[in-house]
């Protein structure tokens, strides 16, 4: 119903950035999805989800590596807790990406939600 709902709200107000509950984000993540880690090189060493690039928001050039990437594919992004990704999404729709869907709560909710990797 979450997944319904959610495409419903994209096609009727064509926004690009949805934050979504781990639940439907493990769900919608298969290795053709774009999944990038925003956190500190030293975080993502700690632990990460599987296949996610380590971009973080805090890198001088970040706006730079961002922009490297394919606008048309959805971007799924990440942060410890949601805070950063938020930021960083507002970032990423100003450079033409069409669709990203934020980790709501984080690497922190992915932990809790026991899909460690």
């Known amino acids: 119903m979450q997944m319904i709902r959610l495409l419903f709200f994209d096609l009727l107000f064509q926004s690009s950035i949805f934050i979504i509950p781990v639940d439907l984000f493990f769900l919608e993540l298969s290795s053709e999805n774009l999944l990038i880690d925003l956190r500190t090189p030293k975080e993502f060493k700690e632990g990460h ?4 690039l380590n971009i973080s928001v805090l890198s001088v ?22 805070k950063w990704s938020k930021k960083a999404a507002v970032q990423k729709d100003s450079l033409g990406f069409k669709k990203i869907r934020d980790l709501e709560g984080g690497y922190i909710s992915w932990k809790k939600f026991n899909i460690i990797e």
């Open 49 to 52: 989800i599987e296949e996610a």
């Open 61 to 82: 050039d970040f706006k730079e590596k961002i922009n490297e990437l394919p606008k048309e594919a959805p971007v799924y992004i990440y942060c410890r807790s949601g």
